[in-house]
């Protein structure tokens, strides 16, 4: 009877393991496609990053430019105008990247401990299969005693009755 309660609350521990194991590996896909997101953005960051750089040696060209025609006023005034809202620009888009860059860390850390709680899961399953193991072990023992008590049971009912007509016959 403990047995039954015994082997009942492994089945269902069992599916509750289970269930847990596909939510983790349902996660596990969607952080996957995650990672193929930021990896697009990666991307998207590595070529912002280039135009960053180009950019600043063009502001380098332009600064240089200005130095040698100074009695330009009013075309430096312009050109300096244009230059600052070009390295506004790219500071915000610097800002940008860098943002970015924390959120793919925030997800890749995110991604270890499900790499971790899928570990962790996957050791579970382990010991499920060995439980398994050791309850069809144990259901084969119970069995094997049942027989034997059915057996015993049987020799008893067989002395009885030669008891019975033992005592019978003494009697008569």
């Known amino acids: 009877m403990n047995y039954e309660k015994q082997i009942q609350n492994l089945i269902l521990e069992n599916e509750f393991l289970l269930e847990q194991l596909e939510d983790l590996n349902s996660m596990v896909k969607n952080k996957d496609e995650e990672i193929v997101l930021l990896n697009n953005t990666i991307h998207s960051a590595a070529y912002l990053q280039s135009r960053i750089d180009n950019n600043l040696q063009e502001i380098e060209q332009l600064k240089y430019n200005l130095l040698l025609t100074q009695q330009k006023a009013a075309g430096i005034e312009l050109l300096n105008e244009a230059l ?89």
């Open 84 to 172: 600052e809202n070009d390295l506004l620009g790219a500071i915000k888009k610097d800002h940008k990247n860098e943002k970015k860059l924390k959120e793919m860390d925030a997800v890749i850390t995110n991604l270890s401990i499900a790499n971790e709680e899928l570990e962790e899961t996957a050791g579970m399953y382990k010991r499920i299969v060995q439980l398994k193991k050791e309850l069809a072990a144990m259901k084969s023992k119970m069995d094997i005693c049942q027989m034997e008590n059915d057996t015993l049971k049987e020799e008893k009912q067989e002395l009885e009755k030669r008891i019975f007509l033992l005592k019978q016959r003494k009697s008569d």
